[in-house]
């Protein structure tokens, strides 16, 4: 029973190992002198509305380098949009840093990286694409058996129903001035008639 467990145990470790070489190998590996970064997505593939980010491996000369959080910062960028990243140490993987945040929209993101590594000035950026890392997918692409409609789209039919709704309100307020205006026209009429 002692030996199955210990097997498990083992089984667990290297698929657990394979796993996160085979999302690193999903990233963008740069060097930069004696300085290696590698960049991608957390947990790629991603799909949008969940939980992803910046994945930031560093090496110098091939050793990890730690404290990075106090020397580089960092930004995601999707279009004309650009939002900072607080950069944060991996517990147990000594030079591998990570930024959380839910990506909303399907398509190339970039990654700007800028600060200093071990006194050398970086300003780099790296952009998903088939060359490089995964771009965000539409959720939808991997919904089953029900397909759900798109974050951006629940959203943009929110925005048009308000539209619609602030629209109608104006209708129903001139409508019912015009009513009352009305009613106060033909009252006066009536009056004149009486009299």
């Not at 960028?77 to 900072?84: A, K, L, P, S």
């Amino acid at each position: 029973m002692i030996r199955r467990l210990g097997r498990a145990a083992v089984l667990g470790a290297m698929l657990t190992m394979v796993a996160s070489i085979g999302s690193t190998l999903a990233h963008e590996s740069r060097d930069i002198d004696d300085i290696t970064m590698i960049v991608g997505f957390a947990d790629e593939p991603v799909f949008t509305g969940q939980k992803s980010g910046l994945d930031l491996r560093v090496t110098h000369d091939g050793e990890p380098v730690e404290g990075l959080e106090e020397t580089l910062s960092a930004e995601v960028i999707f279009g004309d949009q650009t939002r900072d990243l607080e950069i944060s140490p991996r517990f147990g993987e000594p030079g591998a840093y990570r930024s959380v945040f839910f990506p909303t929209a399907a398509g190339p993101y970039t990654f700007h990286i800028f600060g200093e590594i071990d006194g050398e000035p970086i300003d780099e950026r790296f952009t998903s694409g088939a060359d490089t890392f995964s771009e965000v997918q539409d959720a939808t692409t991997g919904q089953f058996p029900v397909v759900l409609p798109a974050a951006g789209d629940t959203a943009r039919d929110a925005e048009a129903g308000a539209a619609a709704s602030g629209t109608a309100t104006i209708a129903l307020v001139v409508g019912g001035a015009g009513l009352v205006a009305g009613l106060v026209a033909l009252g006066l009429a009536l009056s004149r008639r009486r009299a």
